[in-house]
């Protein structure tokens, strides 16, 4: 089955990490770019992170560009995002996203259930 | 402030047509990038509704109908049903940000 699965969200306390994962299965994981979108609780999407395929290429949403760090292992075909220096406004659902085939401003056609993170203390 | 900027909602009874706006700048819409709609239903992840302005993937109903022009685009929606009611954005890339812009969402109820 061609599915992303989340996991790592929790409760943390302000300025503690976090590492959050995302397993991929059923497609060439090492294909395609990876994205991380989140969504705070009754607010809208909001993009933060991408990893091209070969992670030649990464980049981040200035709202977590320093604190956050993404990377990926394409032999266990997961992507991974390191929080550190959490803060109460990172309090959201955290999606991984698979990036539309050959496309460099595709879209993003498959999407994870989400991990929830809050950040309180 | 979202990059993109669409209405807050939009509403109609069943069977009519409705729009959904997404307004942009000259660093994306305007620069020539793609725009991306999604359905994200309540409790549930975002599916990608319209790709590449126009583009629907397969699965998704001809009732769904994506257009673009200059710095703007647009998603309309006919012959509404009561499934439809759900949260709808927009997304782009923005050259200025170097990374994917989303509008704030638009709610769509189904009177």
């Known amino acids: 089955e061609v599915q992303l699965v989340e996991s790592g969200g929790r409760l943390v306390q302000p300025e503690e990490s976090l590492r959050l994962s995302c397993s991929a299965s059923?497609?060439?994981?090492?294909?395609?770019?990876m994205n991380w979108v989140r969504q705070a609780p009754g607010k809208g999407l909001e993009w933060i992170s991408y990893?091209?395929?070969?992670?030649?290429?990464?980049s981040y949403a200035d709202s977590v560009k320093g604190r956050f760090t993404v990377s990926r292992d394409n032999a266990k075909n997961s992507v991974f995002l390191q929080m550190n220096s959490l803060r109460d406004d990172d309090t959201a659902v955290y999606y991984c996203a698979r990036r539309w085939f050959g496309e460099p401003a595709g879209a993003f056609d498959l999407w994870g259930q989400g991990t929830m993170v809050i950040v309180s203390s | 402030q979202s990059v993109l900027t669409q209405p807050p909602s939009v509403s109609g009874a069943p069977g009519q047509r409705v729009t959904i706006s997404c307004t942009g700048s000259?660093?994306?819409?305007?620069?020539?990038?793609?725009v991306h709609w999604y359905q994200q239903l309540p409790g549930r992840a975002p599916t990608v509704l319209i790709h590449a302005s126009t583009n629907r993937p397969s699965g998704v109903p001809d009732r769904f109908s994506g257009s673009k022009s200059g710095t703007s685009a647009s998603l309309a929606i006919s012959g509404l049903q009561a499934e439809d009611e759900a949260d709808y954005y927009c997304?782009?890339?923005?050259?200025?940000?170097?990374?994917?812009?989303f509008g704030g969402g638009t709610k769509l109820t189904v009177l």
């Open positions: 059923g497609f060439t994981f090492s294909d395609r770019g």
């Open positions: 990893i091209s395929g070969s992670s030649s290429t990464i």
């Open positions: 000259r660093s994306n819409i305007g620069a020539g990038y793609d």
């Open positions: 997304q782009s890339y923005d050259s200025s940000l170097s990374g994917w812009v």
